[in-house]
Nanobody, 115 residues
């Protein structure tokens, strides 16, 4: 059973930074894709960033240049470094992993950006 546990959310002022972590049970090396999604109040969950097992990363346009996704296979952890945060980044952020065609989700961590 794959378990994903997010941490690092909190309250930050606009322009500030946060780093989210997602620790996975077991080796993340076997996960085909890992990523971060977010869901703002009253909105649908949206993809923020993904990283492949080989390290290639992709981002939604709204966070390009501000967010960086990375993975540490030795620590079974995926990170999302978020800089220059904006109020519109306020959301619950969810970690996602895909293993052999099955998607797994964490419970989420809340990020609130004040103006």
């Amino acid at each position: 059973q794959v378990q994903l546990v997010e941490s690092g959310g909190g309250l930050v002022q606009a322009g500030g930074s946060l780093r989210l972590s997602c620790e996975a049970s077991g080796s993340i090396f076997s996960f085909n894709v890992m990523g971060w999604f977010r869901q703002a109040p009253g909105k649908q969950r949206e993809l923020v960033a993904t990283i492949l097992s080989g390290g290639a990363a992709n981002y939604v346009d709204s966070v390009k240049g501000r967010f960086t996704i990375s993975r540490d296979n030795a620590k079974n952890t995926v990170y999302l470094q978020m800089n220059s945060l904006k109020p519109e980044d306020t959301a619950v952020y969810y970690c996602n992993a895909i293993l052999r065609g099955t998607a797994y989700w964490g419970k989420g961590t809340l990020v609130t950006v004040s103006s």
